[in-house]
């Protein structure tokens, strides 16, 4: 470890990446050629070990024998469980047992890190414990299909499985070009691109462009990066009085460019990784109704809909997207018990969000964050169900637009999201609760005063809406 760090010293100087952050980089870097030899290896069981040794060397280079025994004991404890536990128990046993290896990782990153960006086996853990808990509850909807098939959804019917043996377990959790930054997957459709299933006739598509392409936007974004942080510093927005010489629109321009370059970075990391697991085979989807290759296994994040926004919906769908998959399938709608016939309670929602929060550490700025996005989501649900009817015309499933009211139905929902998704995401980049406050001082609290008035419009609509029908 101490010879690689010394090795990558003058680069770390050269580039002002600090060292342990560039061996995160150039260990995804090197997930192209070896995910494009990964491609050739024609043993199922060889490919499997591929895997894992490469996994294996890349958690040592980033984070040394600690990071080993994290990552072997978490996960080895959860493996021992599936051999053990019935089905009906493993996804909530696997639940508390990562969350709590997990939060037990970010409490010691306070103490010893507080405030503080240092690279450690935590991301990995993360990127662990979405896998093995979307693992439990494929194990246990492979048995549940066996009496109740009505009760599982589709898509959770495609990803059901048994337990797999501990050759497949590791290689899926060690699957190198995703397991340091993300995203996630399911293990069916890893296993069946270990033994070439997964591509039709067994043939491996061209993944030329699928590579090339996040590769190219990986650069773009980094450049973006680099070129933005300097002019816009976010540590303005969390100094008092730092806003003062802005008019609020002024600081609002201000709190887009500077969070940014912030977005940029996830950007620049997902779509690394992105183009690292296209070339490796695994982000293959299928064709499309035109006969096209797809390719959005491992797509974790749609910039365009984040930074050009049609509603608040959009940004949570495309950000962080294979989270918000796990977020979706394996917390909230698991909190009713016929996911087919009912849709989940009201508090759902609150506590997917806070499983967000939780799942990112306990910064308090997390909480703040992810509780304000819950509200922005909750009111922007009951806006759309009162305004969007009255700028089109539906027919069935489709939706024919009123113009001009859909224009400007569309702008306004547009700036909306954007400056809701803004203010929000500050308090996640600020952390502590006192820089989070200094930054709402900042800004007048503008953005809790407008989603307290749109809550207050949205229940006086419901309101309004049930006088209406009692008149009926």
């Not at 506590?351 to 909750?378: E, K, M, Q, R």
């Not at 308090?427 to 001082?441: E, K, M, Q, W």
Request: proline share 6%.
């Amino acid at each position: 470890m101490e010879s690689v760090d010394s090795a990558l010293t003058p680069l770390a100087d050269a580039t002002g990446f600090p060292v342990d952050q560039l061996k995160f980089v150039l260990c995804i870097l090197l997930c192209y050629p070896l995910g494009y030899t990964h491609r050739f290896v024609t043993d199922v069981r060889l490919r499997h070990l591929y895997s894992i040794i490469i996994g294996v060397t890349f958690l040592y280079v980033c984070f040394g024998l600690i990071g080993l025994f994290h990552f072997f004991l978490s996960s080895g404890v959860v493996y021992g469980l599936f051999q053990v536990l019935p089905s009906r128990k493993i996804p909530t046993v696997t639940f508390i047992i990562m969350f709590g290896y997990l939060s037990s990782l970010h409490i010691y990153r306070m103490v010893t890190d507080y405030m503080g960006w240092k690279m450690d086996v935590t991301a990995a853990i993360m990127v662990l414990l979405i896998k093995l808990t979307s693992l439990s509850y494929n194990i246990r909807d492979w048995v549940v299909m066996k009496d109740n098939p009505e009760i599982i959804l589709n898509e959770w019917k495609d990803n059901a499985c048994g337990v797999p043996s501990l050759l497949e377990y590791y290689s899926y959790v060690l699957f190198f070009p995703t397991m340091l930054s993300g995203p996630a997957f399911n293990l069916k459709p890893y296993l069946q691109y270990i033994d070439g299933s997964l591509f039709p006739d067994k043939q491996v598509p061209n993944a030329l462009y699928a590579t090339i392409k996040p590769f190219l936007w990986a650069l773009f974004f980094i450049v973006v990066m680099v070129v933005v942080a300097p002019k816009f510093p976010t540590e303005r927005m969390f100094t008092p009085g730092g806003m003062q010489e802005y008019s609020i629109l002024g600081s609002l321009v201000y709190l887009y460019f500077s969070l940014l370059p912030v977005r940029c970075q996830y950007y620049f990391i997902w779509k690394l990784a992105e183009g690292a697991g296209n070339l490796s085979g695994l982000g293959y989807t299928g064709k499309d109704k035109e006969g096209n290759d797809t390719w959005n296994r491992l797509n974790n994040v749609v910039p365009k809909s984040i930074e050009f926004p049609s509603s608040v919906r959009e940004i949570t769908i495309d950000w962080n997207v294979k989270t918000g998959d796990w977020l979706r399938n394996y917390v909230y709608m698991r909190q009713t018990d016929d996911p087919v016939k009912q849709q989940p309670p009201k508090h759902a929602l609150y506590l997917t969000n806070a499983s967000s929060a939780f799942w990112h550490g306990f910064y308090p700025g997390y909480y703040c964050s992810f509780i304000f996005a819950a509200f922005v989501v909750d009111i922007a649900r009951g806006l759309r169900a009162h305004f969007r009817p009255m700028v089109t015309i539906k027919n069935g499933k489709e939706e024919t637009p009123i113009q001009p009211q859909k224009k400007v139905y569309d702008a306004l929902g547009t700036l909306l999201s954007l400056l809701t998704f803004n203010y929000g995401q500050a308090s996640f980049v600020g952390l502590s609760l006192s820089r989070s406050f200094v930054f709402y001082n900042n800004f007048y609290w503008c953005g809790h005063i407008a989603t307290a008035f749109g809550w207050l419009l949205v229940f006086y609509l419901n309101s309004q809406k049930k006088r209406e029908t009692k008149k009926e």
